[in-house]
């Protein structure tokens, strides 16, 4: 298998829901005493190029990462980077998970995403023990699988793509072959009916992806999908047990009664794993990534935030001030519309609003949002507990995240600026990088200029300076509204203008690093708060 990989490189991608934090913050809200992230030793099996350890490793320094991939060639490329780096605590391997001599003998995290519906059967039950053997008693395991009912229809297309490969062409051909042939297939299928409609859709996406992805998801020999149970029951017999899914917004059972389902609809299932998988019919899932521990399963339940960061990344529809009598309307990272009628959410959210890419002490947003709730004279008295129910429902809906460690990101660009050094590296070879929130993200020219500049070292004003500097030489060339700069005194006005908007969208992106460590920053409780703001604003309003 690893000849294919070789021969085309799957993408290394990153994931939330695969870093090291979002395991633990999952694990301790349901139960299980983790071990804290920052010191953790964390295997990731089928890592790739190293995509996902790298920024952790960055990250967590005091902590150790391990990566096995059965593919030399990408193993090569990572170390490669590593080695750029001058990371010490990530080693990049490349072997068989089943015979190749690993660091530790134990690991608090293991991540396992993209490798175990794309191996036989055999390979399966090797990983399942070796994570059974090599996780600690409190780890966490994230296993990521193509699930039913939701991949039937992408199996479709796969029969398809499969009928007509000949797998003794080499790679490029055959992904060449295979667009041709999904093309043919839109064009059969028409737009008629509502099984055409359902595919033409898939196959649109199909097309937009990577040919890495379009290869090793369709045209490899195996891809196997599972229903939940029959893995939750394939994992029990090697002594791992289901916790819950990475994704918030996948632990359906949790977030039943946010569903608009009615409760006869939700009866009559023999376990919370049947009514999960029920679910999974309802909502077609397609894919999950599931958290595995070695307690004995049990109904999850959802532990308090207290130990939690908040964060959303969200905006408030329309401007003016915040009307407590009126439904607001916001709008997430995805484009989603969502509604607030009560005081208490229009309070959260625009609080979340304000602090992003930074993320809160969940106590300090308790304090925040208690005194909006006083300023606007709500007599409800302690919010606690509505605060923590109306945040649950954020994070299951996957509006809001929580994190036991808050991300080193900064919501304006300061005048000591500084970017993580794997972002310097990305934006060097390519537009999209990884942000602070362990998460993809595209750039323009501009910012990775502003970047290649920032990871030279370069305070704001040394920047501002190099910059107009080489755009008077003609070394460096700025289209403003696509025509571009040409050099005089207001054309220098607009380029620290342009300068400023592109540091802007660098930190709102969660690319900007503060320049001092939390110790060293100035206390919270010294800095005004979003309410204090607010209030102020408000107040002179109505003077």
């Known amino acids: ?236 017999s090697h002594e791992l047990f289901y916790l819950g899914d990475a994704r918030w917004g996948r632990n359906f059972y949790l977030r039943k009664d946010l569903l608009d389902l009615s409760e006869e609809a939700l009866k009559g299932h023999h376990s919370w794993l049947d009514c999960e998988e029920y679910l999974d019919d309802v909502f077609n899932t397609g894919f999950r990534e599931a958290l595995l521990t070695k307690h004995l399963p049990r109904v999850p339940t959802m532990g308090s935030l207290d130990r939690c960061f908040m964060a959303a990344q969200i905006k408030r529809v329309g401007e003016g001030p915040l009307r407590l009598d009126a439904v607001e309307e916001f709008v997430d990272s995805r484009g989603r519309p969502h509604t607030a009628s009560e005081p208490l959410e229009k309070i959260v959210l625009m609080n979340l609003a304000a602090a992003w890419p930074e993320a809160k002490p969940f106590e300090l947003l308790k304090r925040e949002v208690q005194h909006g709730m006083d300023f606007f004279r709500d007599e409800r008295g302690e919010i606690g507990e509505a605060l923590e129910g109306y945040l649950k429902t954020l994070l299951l809906r996957d509006i809001a995240d929580a994190s036991l460690t808050a991300p080193r990101v900064v919501r304006e660009p300061k005048d000591d600026l500084l970017v993580s050094p794997w972002v310097a590296v990305q934006s060097s070879e390519s537009s999209v990088v990884t942000n602070g929130w362990h998460d993809t993200v595209e750039i323009g020219d501009l910012e990775r200029r502003l970047i290649s500049g920032i990871g030279d070292g370069s305070s704001r004003a040394e920047l501002e300076a190099r910059l107009e500097r080489e755009v008077h030489e003609g070394s460096l060339v700025i289209a403003e509204e696509g025509i571009p700069m040409s050099v005089s005194p207001e054309r220098d006005e607009n380029l620290k203008i342009l300068i400023t908007d592109g540091l802007t969208t660098l930190a709102q992106a969660g690319l900007l690093l503060p320049s001092v460590s939390p110790s060293q920053s100035e206390p919270t409780s010294q800095k005004e708060s979003f309410m204090g703001k607010l209030r102020r604003k408000l107040l002179k309003q109505h003077e």
């Open 1 to 236: 298998m690893h000849d294919s990989y070789d021969e085309l490189p799957f993408e290394s991608k990153v994931s939330r829901t695969r870093h090291v934090d979002r395991l633990a913050t999952v694990g301790t809200l349901l139960g299980v005493a983790v071990s804290p992230p920052h010191s953790a030793t964390v295997l990731e099996i089928g890592c790739s190029t190293g995509g996902n350890l790298i920024p952790m490793a960055l990250e967590f320094p005091d902590a150790h990462f391990v990566g096995i991939d059965l593919s030399p060639a990408q193993i090569a490329i990572g170390r490669d980077r590593v080695q750029r780096l001058g990371l010490r605590n990530l080693d990049l391997i490349a072997g068989d998970i089943s015979t190749v001599e690993l660091p530790h003998e134990a690991y608090d995290y293991i991540v396992c995403h993209g490798v175990f519906s794309w191996v036989p059967e055999a390979v399966r039950g090797a990983i399942l023990s070796v994570v059974s053997r090599l996780l600690t008693l409190d780890g966490i395991a994230c296993i990521s699988f193509n699930c039913q009912p939701g991949w039937a229809i992408r199996g479709i297309v796969r029969r398809v793509l499969l009928r007509k490969d000949d797998p003794k062409n080499d790679v490029p051909r055959r992904v060449r072959q295979g667009r041709e042939v999904l093309r043919n297939f839109q064009e059969a299928l028409g737009h008629d009916r509502f099984y055409s409609l359902t595919l033409q859709k898939e196959l649109e996406r199909i097309q937009s992806e990577s040919d890495s992805y379009l290869f090793h998801e369709f045209l490899e020999r195996e891809n196997e999908p599972f229903y939940l149970t029959n893995f939750v029951n394939l994992c029990a």
